[in-house]
């Protein structure tokens, strides 16, 4: 079964600190596609950031980027220079196989503080 | 570049009853998707259409719930009848292919 883990429910940050979200995965397709979603409470999923499985080169979109480890199947998030509006579920998920199935993890949800 | 459009935001209706939600992906994109996403929870994909072909539908509880996409662009999800159980959020996204999905806005549902 394909499936993704995030194994922290909960976390939080101070303003202008860093935090790591962590996101495990299993799949046996060896072409896929990695995203972290952001969801905020108005429940639109938001696309963070993207990488593809064949790339080496980690992901990085201003203050966010990733840690891809393909050997392990871990994909964490990084966020930098935390702000309030960071604050939000965040979601792992991947696109593989020929189907373009999207799976999810369960979440984690990111509090920011002054 | 309009982005995925759903409706209604917010429904509220009792058990038994039927509802049905509308959404409209970007244009071009093949590939729709509709998940449920019960408070809380990550989203589960309820069916997983490629144009007006269905994929995957395999999470989806046929003996209430139905979908279809009309000449491969708008799509209906409906429940008939809905349960309490069915009160969440549905989600609609589409993608070009293998690329990431863009998601409208939801559709809070209710049941009472």
């Known amino acids: 079964a394909q499936t993704v883990t995030q194994s922290q429910p909960e976390m939080s940050v101070q303003e202008a600190e860093t935090v790591t979200l962590s996101c495990t995965y299993d799949?046996?397709?060896?072409?896929?596609?990695l995203f972290w979603y952001k969801q905020p409470p108005s429940r639109q999923m938001i696309l963070v950031i993207r990488?593809?499985?064949?790339?080496?080169q980690n992901a990085t979109e201003n203050r966010f980027s990733v840690n891809f480890q393909k050997a392990a199947k871990s994909f964490s998030l990084k966020i930098s220079d935390s702000q309030l509006g960071d604050a939000a579920m965040y979601f792992c998920a991947y696109i593989a196989g020929t189907a373009s199935k999207l799976t999810f993890g369960t979440g984690t949800r990111l509090q920011v503080t002054l | 570049e309009a982005g995925v459009a759903q409706s209604p935001r917010y429904k509220i209706i009792e058990k038994r009853q039927s509802v049905a939600f509308w959404c409209n992906p970007i244009?071009?994109?093949?590939?729709l998707y509709w998940y449920q996403q019960i408070l809380g929870q990550g989203p589960k994909l309820l069916i997983q259409f490629q144009n007006n072909g269905v994929v995957d539908d395999s999470q989806l509880p046929k003996d209430r719930f139905s979908a279809e996409r009309l000449k491969g662009v708008d799509s209906t999800l409906k429940i008939q009848p809905a349960k309490l159980e069915d009160s969440a959020v549905y989600l609609c996204?589409?993608?070009?292919?293998?690329?990431?999905?863009?998601f409208g806005q939801g559709t809070r549902l209710t049941v009472v």
């Open positions: 996204a589409s993608s070009f292919y293998r690329t990431e999905a863009f």
């Open positions: 799949t046996s397709e060896s072409d896929y596609y």
């Open positions: 244009s071009g994109h093949a590939t």
């Open positions: 990488q593809e499985a064949y790339k080496q």
